[in-house]
């Protein structure tokens, strides 16, 4: 079985400009989940779909990140316009919904995004 | 206060001594309690993970929880090189699937 999948793995653009960020998550998997990691800080929760609806987006920094599920099968996020502190490394996670309990999160490699 | 805190310092042993992680936390609401393993330009695994308070045990891990000091803790007995990683807790409450991490530990196995 596949895992959870991101693209690209690096992207470097210029403050200002937009880029757009992939998951494809496990296959099955209704739950799908962006994390961020700033340099020097901990793994922050960004936002979280079940299929293709918003459960929780109370992590997203600002309106300038946009992300969206349609379908119910991958996702992008995307930043625009860019700023020098998006930089970092964003993941996706993807996980199933086993009775009540959804501690299960897979995580993909993640993108690691340069502003400059 | 941050959520969760862990000590990000890295952690040098040698081959066969027990590796201890721990993290403390401030939200009362945590009922699931999780450590991850990240080797480098790799996504976090899920290595343990433990429902409210209590000891869990797989093979050289063992994760334990005590809610009571808002505490968790990672033990790997005969560490191995191949456990040089990253290690990462997370926690969250029931019903909520947002994970809050620590900063990880860096931990390196020497042979």
């Given at each position: 079985?596949a895992?959870?999948?991101?693209?690209?793995s690096?992207?470097?653009?210029e403050?200002?400009?937009?880029?757009?960020l992939?998951?494809?998550?496990i296959?099955?998997?209704?739950n799908l989940?962006?994390?961020?990691?700033?340099?020097?800080?901990?793994?922050?929760?960004?936002l979280?779909?079940?299929?293709?609806?918003?459960q929780?987006?109370?992590?997203?920094?600002?309106?300038?990140?946009?992300?969206?599920?349609?379908?119910g099968t991958y996702s992008?996020?995307?930043?625009?316009p860019?700023?020098?502190?998006?930089?970092?490394?964003?993941?996706?996670?993807?996980?199933?919904?086993?009775?009540?309990?959804?501690y299960?999160?897979?995580?993909?490699?993640?993108?690691?995004?340069?502003?400059? | 206060?941050?959520?969760?805190?862990?000590d990000?310092?890295p952690?040098?042993?040698p081959?066969?001594?027990?590796?201890?992680?721990?993290?403390t936390?401030s939200?009362?609401a945590?009922?699931?309690?999780m450590?991850?393993?990240?080797?480098?330009?790799?996504?976090?695994?899920l290595?343990?993970?433990?429902?409210?308070?209590?000891?869990k045990?797989?093979?050289?891990?063992?994760?334990?929880?005590?809610k009571?000091?808002?505490?968790?803790?990672l033990?790997?007995?005969?560490?191995?090189p191949?456990?040089s990683?990253?290690?990462?807790?997370?926690?969250?409450?029931?019903?909520?699937?947002r994970?809050?991490?620590?900063?990880?530990?860096?931990?390196?196995?020497i042979?």
């Amino acid at each position: 079985e596949a895992g959870v999948t991101q693209f690209p793995s690096h992207s470097v653009i210029e403050k200002g400009q937009t880029v757009t960020l992939r998951c494809d998550p496990i296959s099955g998997h209704d739950n799908l989940y962006w994390y961020r990691r700033v340099m020097g800080k901990e793994i922050k929760f960004l936002l979280h779909f079940v299929k293709e609806s918003k459960q929780d987006e109370s992590g997203m920094p600002n309106n300038r990140f946009l992300a969206e599920r349609t379908g119910g099968t991958y996702s992008t996020l995307k930043v625009q316009p860019a700023e020098l502190e998006d930089s970092g490394v964003y993941f996706c996670a993807s996980s199933q919904i086993p009775g009540q309990t959804n501690y299960e999160q897979y995580f993909g490699p993640g993108t690691r995004l340069t502003v400059t | 206060q941050k959520e969760v805190e862990q000590d990000p310092g890295p952690l040098s042993v040698p081959e066969g001594a027990i590796v201890s992680l721990n993290c403390t936390y401030s939200n009362s609401a945590f009922q699931y309690f999780m450590w991850y393993r990240q080797y480098s330009r790799k996504g976090p695994e899920l290595l343990m993970y433990t429902y409210s308070s209590g000891n869990k045990e797989d093979g050289r891990f063992t994760a334990q929880v005590d809610k009571s000091s808002k505490y968790i803790s990672l033990f790997i007995r005969d560490s191995q090189p191949s456990d040089s990683a990253t290690y990462l807790c997370a926690m969250s409450p029931y019903g909520n699937n947002r994970l809050a991490f620590g900063k990880g530990n860096q931990v390196v196995v020497i042979p």
